[in-house]
């Protein structure tokens, strides 16, 4: 610069396909000429930015006398810099890899293509964007990359791969089933396409479940859930809203899960079954999405599998159920009293019909009356509360 540099501002984007989130670094900068450089953290508190992650970035320089300079945007696509990565492309899939792994590659490339194609017709949806899937050769390898888990955890399970973001999946370890792990993991691309919504997002079973379900076979999680039913030692689907965190009930969770999808599929057909998804993604909770498309709840759900597997049912106590669904919270204005009102009907899950005041009050003779109650009803709580403190003790 012709005179001495005052700021200069890395400016960045993550893409998605649901939102890019933006963000800006400051370098320290003195004098007129000068190397910057800033460091963003991708693991830790406070963020995970996953490898396979898409940047766009651009700087912005400003001098003493307000003269202000911006670089053109670049684009790149983040990856662990301790490897040498190649890529290859193939529809909507870009696999990324390093060292000696082309077969696998290959292998993860038409893995997820096949998953792709299956979970599209069977979830009754098309993946909008691409994707990238992000192959290491070992656990080891991937370890600094993944997210952190708890020790107990990490020590007695050993993880494939994961969905990472909405368009990334990594692969971490072939687990003696390296196309089984990628045709899960695709699956959970599409299951998210297909029904996570706005406001609401699938139950970890159903998730899971189809996920498993898009593998070739369900590998060890079918004798463990063998096991548990002849010992009667399973979960309720209501229980299962998250994936545990318990190492003892992983392979419990993850075939029960299985299983109740296969039953699900095979009992009321694929069309019944997206349809429960699109309920999802729709705005409904899962019971309602359960109750609307195949006539039962969770627990009907689970005691109707129960059945299938040769258990008897249970008897659960009812579930107490929402007459309207509530709408997302903005930022609240301060109480006063409206100059107008209005009423809104709101249409529930159940098709009912219900009306909400938007105003805090109807006209100020209402507000006075709800303030003078408020009055009356605060000064008998202080006058039992002066009676109970003097109340002698015995």
Do not use: C
């Amino acid at each position: 610069s012709d005179t001495d540099i005052a700021s200069a501002t890395f400016n960045y984007k993550t893409l998605s396909p649901t939102g890019n989130i933006g963000g800006a670094l400051k370098a320290d900068v003195s004098g007129r000429t000068q190397d910057v450089s800033v460091q963003l953290q991708t693991i830790n508190n406070e963020r995970y930015v996953p490898i396979g992650t898409q940047f766009t970035y651009s700087w912005t320089i400003v001098d003493k006398n307000g003269a202000t300079t911006t670089t053109p945007e670049q684009s790149f696509t983040f990856l662990d810099g301790r490897y040498q990565w190649q890529s290859k492309t193939q529809g909507k899939v870009t696999v990324f890899w390093y060292g000696n792994n082309d077969v696998s590659a290959q292998q993860a490339m038409d893995a997820a293509l096949t998953s792709i194609t299956n979970n599209e017709a069977l979830l009754n949806v098309t993946l909008p964007y691409p994707i990238r899937v992000i192959i290491w050769r070992n656990s080891a390898d991937s370890k600094l990359a993944q997210q952190p888990r708890s020790t107990t955890f990490d020590s007695q399970i050993v993880t494939g791969g994961s969905r990472v973001s909405t368009d990334v999946l990594h692969i971490y370890d072939p687990l003696g089933g390296f196309v089984d792990v990628v045709r899960h993991e695709t699956a959970h691309i599409i299951t998210k396409v297909a029904g996570d919504g706005p406001f609401t997002s699938l139950p970890s079973w159903i998730d899971e479940g189809t996920a498993v379900y898009a593998q070739v076979t369900p590998g060890g999680y079918e004798p463990a859930l063998r096991q548990a039913i002849a010992q009667d030692n399973l979960i309720r689907l209501r229980n299962m809203a998250s994936a545990t965190n318990q190492p003892d009930l992983v392979n419990i969770f993850y075939g029960e899960s299985w299983n109740v999808v296969k039953f699900m599929v095979d009992t009321y057909g694929k069309a019944k079954f997206a349809a429960v998804f699109k309920s999802v993604k729709d705005g409904s909770p899962i019971d309602a999405a359960l109750q609307a498309n195949v006539g039962v709840d969770q627990d009907g759900l689970y005691n109707a599998w129960r059945k299938s597997v040769g258990l008897k049912t249970i008897d659960f106590p009812p579930v107490a159920t929402v007459t309207s669904v509530a709408g997302g919270q903005a930022t609240q204005v301060p109480l006063g009293i409206t100059s107008a009102v209005k009423s809104a009907d709101t249409t529930a899950s159940d098709g009912t019909t219900s009306s909400a005041d938007t105003g805090v009050a109807a006209s100020p003779a209402k507000a006075i009356g709800v303030g003078i109650g408020a009055v009356i009803v605060a000064a008998v709580l202080a006058f039992l509360a002066f009676r109970m403190a003097r109340k002698p003790k015995v």
